[in-house]
């Protein structure tokens, strides 16, 4: 079983859809938890950070579901601009020492006109 | 802005050669990394560096060394490079705080022909 896994996509929304992803990861013993975004032939560049709690960033809300080891981010009102790969992100290693970040390969999303 | 730079953006290196792949930050961040990524993969960890002269193997350290003589610094070297090292190599940098965030490069697609 892959460490951090997610659904490769692509998912093909239209514009100013919701679309909500899932990620799922096999440590329970994982820290912390991130969605970065990577758009083609660029370098992934961190989007959130997710905490137990959920947190909301403008259109986007991430959640942690600890109990179930699962990782969700909802996009919302979609923009033709949000097309990216996204990336499910865990921290292996306890707090205080150098993060080890395992990515998931990632879910494409094309928001289309 | 954290601003952290690779060598080349392309490179193609026949097999057998060996193959220097550098990065540089400007953050005074301790923590550097080298990644490869690979379709249907992701990002897989080769080697971080906490600080100077400090190093330790990721998830995939086989057939690659690095060296870190300066804190702004950390060089990625094939000894012998071989057609399965073929990928795209990218370097992250974050300070101490695990919580922070991993600043990419933009990344070196290498071909070994």
């Known amino acids: 079983r892959k460490e951090v896994e997610q659904d490769p996509g692509p998912f093909n929304v239209p514009e100013g859809a919701t679309v909500a992803f899932n990620c799922t990861y096999s440590?329970?013993?994982?820290?912390?938890f991130f969605w970065y975004r990577q758009d083609c032939r660029k370098e992934p560049k961190l989007l959130m950070s997710?905490?137990?709690s959920g947190n909301e960033d403008g259109r986007f809300t991430a959640q942690l579901n600890r109990a179930s080891q699962y990782i969700s981010l909802l996009i919302r009102d979609s923009k033709l601009s949000d097309s990216a790969t996204y990336l499910c992100?865990?921290?292996?290693?306890?707090?205080?020492?150098?993060?080890?970040?395992?990515f998931g390969t990632g879910t494409r999303l094309q928001v289309t006109l | 802005d954290v601003k952290v730079t690779q060598s080349s953006r392309y490179l193609v290196k026949r097999t057998g050669e060996k193959v220097f792949l550098e990065c540089v930050q400007d953050?005074?961040?301790?923590?550097m990394f080298w990644y490869r990524q690979d379709p249907g993969l992701g990002l897989r960890l080769i080697y971080f560096?906490?600080?100077?002269?400090?190093?330790e193997k990721g998830d995939i350290p086989e057939g690659y060394s690095v060296s870190r003589e300066k804190k702004e610094r950390f060089s990625l070297i094939l000894e012998s490079a071989s057609t399965n090292q073929t990928s795209m190599y990218l370097c992250?940098?974050?300070?101490?705080?695990?919580?922070?965030?991993?600043?990419f490069g933009p990344g070196t697609r290498l071909t070994v022909t």
């Open positions: 997710v905490y137990s």
């Open positions: 992100v865990v921290n292996r290693e306890p707090a205080g020492t150098a993060s080890k970040l395992t």
């Open positions: 992250a940098t974050t300070a101490t705080d695990p919580l922070d965030e991993q600043y």
């Open positions: 953050m005074d961040h301790e923590n």
């Open positions: 560096s906490y600080d100077v002269k400090m190093k």
């Open positions: 440590n329970s013993a994982s820290q912390s």
